[in-house]
T-cell receptor, first 113, second 111 residues
C-alpha cells in the first residue's frame, strides 16, 4: 500500500516564528488536503492543495497565515506563519487517488510557546 | 450545509462487550460516508466506508450500514478488545470531495 509521510512529526516553536510542514506520497495522487486538529477536537479542513496553482481555502483560513504549495502530484507543504499559542494543533495532510476516499498522513504535532 | 452529529463520549466498555456509536448526518445530494479511527498518538486511519444507500461497510469486525431514510451510519462491533480503544470519527463527503467530520467519540475498553 502507498505511504504518506509528514515532516516534522512534531516541533516546539516560539511565537512569531513560522514552520513549514511537508507531506510526501510515494505515488501520484489526484487531490491533497490539509487539516487542523486542535487539542481534544475534531478535524477542520484548512484548504485543498491544487497542483500548480493557488490553494483553495476554507472559511476562516487565509493564505497569508497558511501558505500552501503543491509543485507536483506527490508533494505539498503547509506553512504556519507568525505563530501564536492558539496555533498549537496537530496538522494532517490527506490524499485522494480519485476514489472519493481520503487517506491521512501521520500528522505533525505543533506546540507554540 | 453538510454536517455530522456523533454520539458524545467518552464510552467505557469491558472486553467482549457490544459497541455502538451513533452517527447521523445532514447533506445535500448523496454523500459518501466514512468511519475513521485514531489510535493514541497516531494519525487517522480509514476504518470503513459506504457510498450509497443500504451499503454496508465492514472491517476488523466493525460494521456500519448507510441508512438514507434515517440519515444514519451507526458503527457497531459485536465483541470489543482492549486494542479497540481509540477515538472514532464519522465523516461524509459530497461532490466536492471535502470531508466533514463529527466531533469524535473516545472509546476505552477495559480488560
Amino acid at each position: 500500500s502507498a505511504v504518506i509521510s509528514q515532516k516534522p512529526s512534531r516541533d516546539i516553536c516560539q511565537r512569531g516564528t513560522s514552520l513549514t510542514i511537508q507531506c510526501q506520497v510515494d505515488s501520484q495522487v489526484t487531490m491533497m488536503f490539509w487539516y487542523r486538529q486542535q487539542p481534544g477536537q475534531s478535524l477542520t479542513l484548512i484548504a485543498t492543495a491544487n497542483q500548480g496553482s493557488e490553494a483553495t481555502y476554507e472559511s476562516g483560513f487565509v493564505i497569508d497565515k497558511f501558505p500552501i504549495s503543491r509543485p507536483n502530484l506527490t508533494f505539498s507543504t503547509l506553512t504556519v506563519s507568525n505563530m501564536s499559542p492558539e496555533d498549537s494543533s496537530i496538522y494532517l495532510c490527506s490524499v485522494d487517488w480519485g476514489s472519493d476516499t481520503q487517506y491521512f498522513g501521520p500528522g505533525t504535532r505543533l506546540t507554540v510557546l | 450545509g453538510n454536517s455530522v452529529t456523533q454520539m458524545e463520549g467518552p464510552v467505557t466498555l469491558s472486553e467482549e462487550a457490544f459497541l455502538t456509536i451513533n452517527c447521523t448526518y445532514t447533506a445535500t445530494g448523496y454523500p459518501s460516508l466514512f468511519w475513521y479511527v485514531q489510535y493514541p498518538g497516531e494519525g487517522l486511519q480509514l476504518l470503513l466506508k459506504a457510498t450509497k444507500a443500504d451499503d454496508k461497510g465492514s472491517n476488523k469486525g466493525f460494521e456500519a450500514t448507510y441508512r438514507k431514510e434515517t440519515t444514519s451510519f451507526h458503527l457497531e462491533k459485536g465483541s470489543v478488545q482492549v486494542s479497540d480503544s481509540a477515538v472514532y470519527f464519522c465523516a461524509l463527503s459530497t461532490s466536492d470531495y471535502k470531508l466533514s467530520f463529527g466531533a469524535g467519540t473516545t472509546v476505552t475498553v477495559r480488560a
